[in-house]
Each structure stands twice: as C-alpha cells, then as structure tokens.
C-alpha cells in the first residue's frame, strides 16, 4: 500500500497570506490527524477527522481549519498567516475501525515558512 | 490532561551497544496505547514499536523492545546493537483510542549512534 502523501513538500508564505495543505491517507484509512511540529513546542495536535466529521480539535485559534472529503482526503487551512506559523505541518491517518486501529501513519510532512 | 514526559534531551551510544531511552506518562485511563516513533534527519516520522496497556507483555521488534510499567507509567526504550542508521529523534507518544482521537508526544530525545 502507498504510505500517506502530503503535499506540497515545502511551502514560502507571507504574513496575513492563506495557506492550504492537503493530505491523502493510506488507502482503507479513515481517520486523517494533523500536527504542528515546532522546534520550542514539539509536536502538537490541530484536529482529527474521520468520515468527512472532526472529532476532536486542539487547542489552536480558529484561523486553523480542515476538512476531511467523501474519499478521505483531507486539507488544513491557515488564514491571516503569523511568522509563528512557521512549521513542520504532519498529517497520520488511521483505519480507526475499531478499537485495536488505533495506530497513526504519518506522511512526510509540509515545512511552512512564513516571512 | 494526558502527559508525555522524556527526560532525556540527548543521548549517544557507539555502534554495536545497547541503549535505553525512558519515557513516562500521565493518564486516568486504564485502556490505552503507547508508541515510540522515530524521525530521522528526513523529518519522516516512523514508527518503531507500539504497547497495548491491557498487554502485560512487553512489545518487541526486532532490536527494539519496551519495558512498560503500567503501575509505574513508564514506558522505555531499548535498542539493541545499535546501527548508524537508529541516529535520529525518537518520540514517546500516547493515545488513549476511545473518544479521544489523538496522539500526545512527549517533547523527544534526540540519538546519536557514533561508528
């Protein structure tokens, strides 16, 4: 099976810019979590989506948005960007069918720069 | 709140030798899950082994295994003749499944394998 694809890799914005990342899970997967990896707050969790609903969310300011499609796929916007926006953005997904599925894949990750 | 706690920043072994990375947590639930990940240089976040709580047996891969201490919520890390390729951060993770659809990481410790 094909591991989690996230794109784009990298990614130069500006400040007050938007952004939008997107994230296709492993094949037969349903859950999609995203992350923040930053060097001084580590890796934190934005939100979870499975079967199109977020399940849980972060503690981030509403600017961070996802969604999650009919086939899995999901996106994460950042609005009115922030130079503290700058970040390793992961996105795992998980079959989540039961418990027992619980175990998170991840993709390779989005390095946002914001100027 | 769930916490993840790796008290050791840093570490070195020479190639060959055994190493132990510690890692503990903090949760008021009695069903959950732990995982140790890797992220190497690439920044790809891998996993390397998982633990179930309800599993009194302690989980091994290869030359990794964990020695979980449900009593004492402790979750180490031993890999055994250590190769060049085992250098990167490695990330304790924990992940209680039930209505709470997130990972909570601890903040890493970072492994270096000298020849």
């Known amino acids: 099976k094909a591991g989690v694809t996230q794109t784009p890799r990298y990614l130069i914005k500006t400040r007050g810019q938007q952004v939008t990342l997107s994230c296709s899970p492993i094949s037969g997967h349903r859950s999609v979590s995203w992350y923040q990896q930053t060097p001084g707050q580590g890796l934190q969790f934005l939100f979870e989506?499975?079967?199109?609903?977020?399940?849980n969310k972060g503690n981030f300011p509403g600017r961070f948005s996802g969604r999650q499609f009919s086939n899995s796929r999901s996106e994460m916007n950042v609005s009115t960007l922030e130079l503290g926006d700058s970040a390793l953005y992961l996105c795992a997904s998980s079959s989540s069918r039961a418990w027992g599925q619980e175990t998170q894949y991840f993709g390779p990750g989005t390095r946002l720069l914001v100027l | 709140a769930q916490t993840v706690t790796q008290s050791q920043p840093e570490m070195s072994v020479q190639e060959a030798e055994t190493v132990t990375l510690s890692c503990t947590y903090d949760t008021s639930e009695n069903n959950y899950y732990l995982f140790w990940y890797k992220q190497p240089p690439s920044r790809q976040m891998i996993l390397v082994i998982r633990?179930?709580?309800?599993?009194?047996q302690n989980a091994t891969e290869n030359r990794f295994s964990v020695n979980f201490q449900k009593a004492a919520k402790s979750f180490s890390l031993k890999i055994s003749d250590s190769q060049l390729g085992d250098t990167a951060m490695y990330f304790c993770?924990?992940?209680?499944?039930?209505?709470?659809?997130?990972?909570?990481f601890g903040k890493g410790t970072l492994l270096t394998v000298n020849p």
């Open positions: 989506y499975f079967s199109e609903t977020q399940r």
């Open positions: 993770a924990h992940n209680s499944g039930g209505s709470n659809y997130k990972l909570t």
């Open positions: 633990q179930e709580a309800y599993k009194q």
